[in-house]
């Protein structure tokens, strides 16, 4: 129990367009998932917190207006960066936690290898 | 908000021996302190963790201590094994800002390679 599902795995696009990513909680529902950004080499950096039924809460440094979240279901949310250029290029893995009694545990996604050439 | 050191960023070890990583949070209120282990280009996988309200936790070959009053962790591996070679990192987790939902902070990783 407790999937967390990803699309595309990998994407690459041209510089100026935009790319959506969906992560989808396969087996339970979450009110709450996160979206991280990891560069080569370094840490998971949190993004934003993705709240269903009302607007994402971002983290200190993160834009809004580029990276576009919505938190359509208690199973899906997307992330969608727009006007995306090679430094967007990176690794988004989403992750929701599913409420189990007695943690905090949250289940990662697979990640989506993003490339902006 | 929270923030977390984690040390060291690389360590080699002979097979069979034991190896430690230490991290500290800076967030009192912090209660939830996650271990992953991620291979190349794939997802964090929790391999052990720990609530606030208990100093140790052990797992077949991996525990984990906490000391609340000084806010560090560490992660111990015994007998450690070739596969157990991948990055692995810390996490603390503070209260997040919607319905309860708590976020995690990540510390920097430590790249462990473990020596035939």
């Known amino acids: 129990g407790a999937v967390v599902s990803q699309h595309p795995s990998r994407v690459i696009c041209k510089s100026g367009t935009s790319v959506k990513i969906e992560c989808r909680s396969l087996d339970f529902q979450a009110t709450t998932m996160f979206w991280y950004r990891q560069f080569p080499k370094q840490s998971l950096m949190l993004m934003a917190t993705?709240?269903?039924?009302?607007?994402?809460?971002?983290e200190q440094g993160v834009e809004k207006d580029k990276f576009l979240i919505n938190h359509a279901s208690l199973t899906l949310s997307t992330l969608t960066v727009t006007s995306a250029h090679p430094e967007d290029s990176s690794f988004y893995i989403c992750?929701?936690?599913?409420?189990?009694?007695?943690?905090?545990?949250?289940?990662f996604g697979p990640g989506t290898r993003l490339t902006v050439l | 908000g929270e923030n977390v050191e984690q040390h060291p960023s690389t360590l080699s070890v002979q097979e069979g021996d034991s190896a430690v990583i230490k991290c500290t949070y800076s967030?009192?209120?912090?209660?939830?302190f996650p271990w992953y282990k991620q291979e190349l280009g794939k997802r964090p996988q929790l391999i052990i963790d720990?609530?606030?309200?208990?100093g140790e936790k052990k797992d077949q070959r991996i525990a984990v201590t906490l000391n609340k009053t000084a806010k560090h962790f560490s992660l111990h591996i015994t007998e450690t094994q070739p596969e157990d070679s991948a990055v692995y990192f810390c996490?603390?987790?503070?209260?997040?800002?919607?319905?309860?939902?708590?976020?995690?902070?990540f510390g920097q990783g430590t790249r462990l390679t473990i020596n035939p």
């Open positions: 967030d009192s209120a912090s209660n939830y």
């Open positions: 996490a603390a987790s503070s209260a997040g800002t919607f319905q309860g939902a708590q976020k995690l902070v």
């Open positions: 992750s929701a936690d599913p409420g189990l009694a007695g943690t905090n545990e949250q289940f």
């Open positions: 993705s709240n269903e039924g009302s607007k994402a809460t971002y």
């Open positions: 720990i609530r606030s309200n208990v």
